[in-house]
Nanobody, 116 residues
Framework: QVQLVESGGGLVQAGGSLRLSCVAS????????MGWYRQAPGKQRELVAT???????VYADSVKGRFSVSRVNAKNTIYLQMNSLKPEDTAVYYC??????????WGQGTQVTVSS
């Protein structure tokens, strides 16, 4: 298992930007998938963006063109750059990893609140 620690959440006005960070407890170079989910109050957890080890990132339709995910292997860190934020982006954001055996690890979550 991988320990994951997120940071960077907060309160921002609509149209603003935030960058979330997720630091892993070990080298991420070999991890099959890393990315971000989010969960808004009363809703199911949904995929925001995933970064496969050997392929291009994949984004939810609702964030395409606004969010960008990137891995920095040297820092064991994955980032989520969020631009043009909307009130509907308000949620707890969770970093995750999935390995080649489909074992999943989760971070503790970081709150993002977008005010209108």
């Amino acid at each position: 298992q991988v320990q994951l620690v997120e940071s960077g959440g907060g309160l921002v006005q609509a149209g603003g930007s935030l960058r979330l960070s997720c630091v892993a407890s070990r080298n991420i170079f070999t991890i099959a998938f890393m990315g971000w989910y989010r969960q808004a109050p009363g809703k199911q957890r949904e995929l925001v963006a995933t970064s496969p080890r050997l392929d291009s990132p994949v984004y939810a339709d609702s964030v395409k063109g606004r969010f960008s995910v990137s891995r920095v292997n040297a820092k064991n860190t994955i980032y989520l750059q969020m631009n043009s934020l909307k009130p509907e982006d308000t949620a707890v954001y969770y970093c995750y990893t999935k390995d080649d055996y489909d074992r999943v690890s989760w971070g503790q979550g970081t709150q993002v609140t977008v005010s209108s």
